[in-house]
Structures are given as C-alpha cells and as structure tokens.
C-alpha cells in the first residue's frame, strides 16, 4: 500500500512538471509568432494614442478593443501605436487630414460656406467699356449652384431693374437676354448698347444673406449739341421769312473718324441748304455748318445732326411769316426766353399821344 501510494503521488507530480513545460513552450512560440513583442504590451483596449497630445492637428481617439489569445478584452493600448513614430496608422490618418485640408483651401470662397455655391471670378466690383452701338457680355461664373438661383440686376441712379431670373428674363427691353454657356458660366448679353444702359450690374445668388458681384458698365459716347450763329446751344430756333437759317452741329469725344449727315424731317435737305464739314481726327472732334438762304415757312421742320443711327441731335426750326412779327426763342442755356420786334414808330408815337392825353386830364381831375 505504501509503495502504491508513493506511485501515485510520483505520477501526479510528473504529470503537473509536463503540463508546466507544455505551457512554457506555447508561450515562447506564441510570442515569436507576434513579431517578439510581449502580450501583456502587445494588445490592449482602451484610448488609441495616434500621437503626442494634440500635436499636428490630431487629437487622440478611442480604438476599438482587441481580445487576447485567451478571449479575453484588453484594457490597454497597444505600444507600437505609441512608440512607433512611422506607424502606418497615425501617419496615414495625418495624411487625409492634410490632403482635405488642401482641397478646401484650394476652392474659391472656401471661408463662406463649405458646400454652397460660389463666384468663380474675383467678387470685387470690375469696370467694363464699351462703344455706343457695340455688344457686352458680362460673365457670371458660379461653382456648386445646386438648387440655388442667378439673377441679374441693374442698378443707376433712378432705381433698380430686374433683368433675369435663372434662365429666364424679365426685362421688357428686347435687347437683354441671358446666354448660358456651358459649364457654369450665367453671361448677360446687351445689343446694341444705348447710352441708358450705363450702371452697376449684379450677378447675385439666392443664398442666405444674399451674395453677388458687381461689374460697373460705362458706354463711351461721343457728345452732340447744335450751336445758332451765337454759339448758343438750342432745341428750337424761330426765324423770319427771308431770313437765313444757321446752325452748327458740334461733336466731340468721336472714337473714330466720323461723317457728320445732316437731314430734314428724316429725309435729304431741301436742294438750296448747303453744308460745310471741319474734322481735326486728333483732338477727337468734327463740326458741320448748315445754311438755308432766304428762308421761308417750307423750310420750317426737324433738322437732324447725326454721325451713326445711335448718336444724333434733333432742332425745331420755325419759320413765321412776315404777319407774325412775335416770335420765341427756346435755347438749353437760358431756357424759355421771348422777346417782341420794335413795333413802328408811328404806333410808338400814338401811344405816347394818347398816354400824354390821359395823364393830363387826370391831374386835372385832381386838382
């Protein structure tokens, strides 16, 4: 019994030395497997330190955790996240950092508002001229419009017009249009270009506060005035039958050699008016006389200087008869102003008959 038990203790004890060995073995070689890192350092759960506190712009994350060999959660994060500066995963969550980062900085307008639409061309106010009778197209580039909207305005001293609305336009006036043109390009067109279309125009988005840019238009057109005898400009002229007619159609500010072209109630002149041109192309002025001899009533009518359909000048000339001795002069620099022929001295003598007669006998009265 004795010998017996001794087997047995000697047994279990061998049994324990094996299974300790077997364990000491499955460790070292599980170890090697893992790159020769302990396990207790290798994984644990708990904050990912991708870098050294807040440097770089990344702030530390919680990670997921991991289950040791055994099943068992880690409470610990692994060191080669911490320690391993060339770590592929703090390097890379960096990276896509940096690289949106980039991105946004690299669009237009990036500080006002991440997603929504923007102005492709600068947003500062931009100066455009152009000639009397030309065409202007003014660019309205926007970036990521989605369901917002362009509109175009214009804006002068009596007030503000709408022109279009997307794609539509609300001007009455035929000779504003939008022509889109691909990709993003909103561009309104202007033909021919009139003197009133001088004024600050706004390519404005319907975002919330509203955005726009703005283009300041500036139509270059000669100046044209008719000038009488005096030098005085006018709109109308009243002379007397057999009188002669003279006026003088002044143009100045001429961007390039004109011909002046006078007309009668938009027809030829009469055979016996004449007209005489003076041009000094340098100085950017012309000047062109005309004359009517021994005029009469027939010769009365719109006279029109004019050196294109888009720039010209109108005068009323009235011509009266020899019985209608009063006549009004309207000139634009001194306004409506009338004045009397003298009448006949015999007429200035019986006045002052009449008026000698008629004081006389009222000082009479009172004494």
């Known amino acids: 019994m004795r010998q017996g038990g001794r087997k047995a203790i000697l047994l279990g004890y061998c049994v324990c030395c094996c299974h300790l060995v077997a364990t000491i073995v499955a460790s070292v070689l599980g170890s090697q497997d893992r790159g020769g890192e302990p396990w207790p350092n290798a994984v644990a759960g708990g904050l990912d330190l991708a870098g050294k506190g807040d440097q770089g712009g990344v702030k530390a994350k919680e990670a997921p955790f991991r289950s040791s060999p055994t099943g068992e959660p880690s409470g610990r994060p692994r ?16 990276s896509q950092h940096q690289h949106h980062h980039h991105d946004s900085s690299k669009r237009p307008n990036a500080g006002q508002g991440r997603w ?38 214009r804006r002068r001293e009596d007030g503000v017009s709408l022109l279009t609305v997307g794609d539509a336009t609300y001007s009455s006036d035929s000779r504003v249009s939008l022509r889109y043109q691909y990709p993003n390009n909103w561009r309104l067109h202007i033909s021919p270009v009139e003197k009133p279309d001088e004024g600050t ?74 007209t005489t041109g003076i041009s000094d192309v340098t100085a950017g002025e012309t000047q062109s006389q005309l004359i009517v001899p021994r005029a009469t009533t027939l010769d009365s009518g719109v006279y029109t200087c004019a050196i294109s359909v888009f720039s010209f000048v109108e005068v009323q000339v009235h011509v009266l008869n020899g019985e209608k001795q009063a006549a ?14 003298p009448p006949p001295p015999w007429l200035n003598l019986l006045c002052t008959i009449l008026t000698n007669g008629y004081l006389r006998k009222l000082y009479h009265s009172l004494l």
Request: charged residues 20%; negative net charge; contains cysteine.
């Open 328 to 341: 009004v002069q309207h000139d634009s620099w001194g306004g409506s102003s009338g004045f009397v022929e």
């Open 201 to 274: 125009y706004l390519c404005q988005l319907s975002t919330h506060p509203p955005r726009a840019i703005y283009t300041n238009v500036t139509v270059l057109a000669p100046e044209l005035k008719v000038v009488d005898e005096h030098g005085h400009a006018v709109n109308d002229r009243y002379y007397k039958t057999g009188s002669t007619i003279e006026l003088t159609c002044r143009v100045t500010n001429i961007l390039t050699p004109s011909h002046v072209v006078w007309t009668k109630d938009d027809g030829p002149l009469p055979a016996k008016v004449t």
């Open 79 to 94: 060191h080669r996240h911490h320690h391993d500066d060339d770590g592929s995963g703090r390097h890379r969550h960096r």
């Open 116 to 153: 929504g639409p923007y102005f492709e061309d600068p947003e500062n106010a931009t100066s455009v001229s152009v000639p009397l009778g030309g065409s202007v197209h003014l660019n309205c580039r926007v970036g990521m419009l989605h369901d917002k909207t362009v509109i175009w305005l």
